[in-house]
């Protein structure tokens, strides 16, 4: 059974980092598909980060210059450096899995496997 649980939120002032974990089990790692999303209240899910099983990655806008996405496949871990957090940052970050393939971007629809969130609050 795939299981995704995501770690290291919490609350920074503006200017601040903080680095996101998503601990992977119940399949290869290595040959999925990972991506970060968020969530703020009274907002859709939006797409933030992805990475192929190879490790070509991709961004969003708002995370462009400022997140990385990283993966290590021996640790079954994923994770995402936040620096020069903005308080529109604020939301639930979640990481998200799918089979690898052509395609690794930010529909949610594409990912079948979800962790619960980790709670990012950025304040001014």
């Known amino acids: 059974q795939v299981q995704l649980v995501e770690s290291g939120g919490g609350s920074v002032q503006a200017g601040g980092s903080l680095r996101l974990s998503c601990a992977a089990s119940?399949?290869?790692?290595?040959?999925?598909?990972m991506a970060w999303f968020r969530q703020a209240p009274g907002k859709e899910r939006e797409g933030v980060a992805a990475?192929?099983?190879?490790?070509?990655?991709s961004y969003t806008d708002s995370a462009k210059g400022r997140f990385t996405i990283s993966r290590d496949n021996d640790k079954n871990t994923l994770y995402l450096q936040m620096n020069s957090l903005k308080p529109e940052d604020t939301s639930m970050y979640y990481c998200?899995?799918?089979?690898?393939?052509?395609?690794?971007?930010?529909?949610?629809?594409?990912?079948?496997?979800w962790g619960q969130g980790t709670q990012v609050t950025v304040s001014s």
């Open positions: 990475i192929f099983s190879d490790g070509y990655k």
């Open positions: 119940g399949y290869t790692h290595s040959s999925y598909c």
């Open positions: 998200a899995a799918r089979s690898d393939g052509p395609w690794c971007g930010f529909a949610e629809w594409g990912y079948p496997y």
